[in-house]
C-alpha cells in the first residue's frame, strides 16, 4: 500500500519560516507529479504548490507565490515546501499529493500535518 508521509508542522509565529517534507517509497517517484494542498477549517482545499515529474517545473498558488517554495529530491523520494513570511490565514492541514504523470487516476494522498500560525 502507498504511504505517504508528510513533517515538519507545527506552531509558527507570524513571519516565520517552516519546512514542510513528505516522502514515499512504494512509487516510482520520477513518474509523479508532487504538489501540496492545505486545508483550512470551513473553507475549501487550497492547491498550494506542484512540482512536475519531469523537468521539475512549478506552479504556486496565488496566495503563496514569492513566499514559498516547493522542491523536489527524487533521490530520496522526498518533496519539500519551504515557506517563509507565514502569515496567520496560512494556518492549516497540510496535504501532500502524488499523480502519476500519464495516469491520473493514480494518485494517493498523505494524512497531512498542522501548521498553524500564530502569537
Known amino acids: ?8 508542522g507545527g506552531l509558527v509565529q507570524p513571519g516565520g519560516s517552516l519546512r514542510l517534507s513528505c516522502t514515499t517509497s512504494e512509487i516510482s517517484f520520477t513518474t509523479y507529479d508532487m504538489t501540496w494542498f492545505r ?3 470551513g473553507k475549501e482545499r487550497e492547491l498550494v504548490a506542484t512540482i512536475i515529474s519531469t523537468a521539475g517545473s512549478t506552479t504556486y ?28 490565514e496560512d494556518t492549516g492541514v497540510y496535504l501532500c499529493n ?5 495516469v491520473y487516476s493514480r494518485q494517493y494522498w498523505g494524512q497531512g500535518t498542522q501548521v498553524t500560525v500564530s502569537s
Do not use: W
Open 39 to 41: 486545508q483550512a477549517p
Open 61 to 88: 498558488g496565488n496566495s503563496v507565490k514569492g513566499r514559498f517554495t516547493i522542491s523536489r529530491d527524487n533521490a530520496n523520494n522526498t518533496v519539500y515546501l519551504q515557506m517563509s513570511s507565514l502569515r496567520p
Open 98 to 102: 502524488a499523480r502519476h504523470n500519464l
Open 1 to 8: 500500500q502507498v504511504q505517504l508521509v508528510e513533517s515538519g
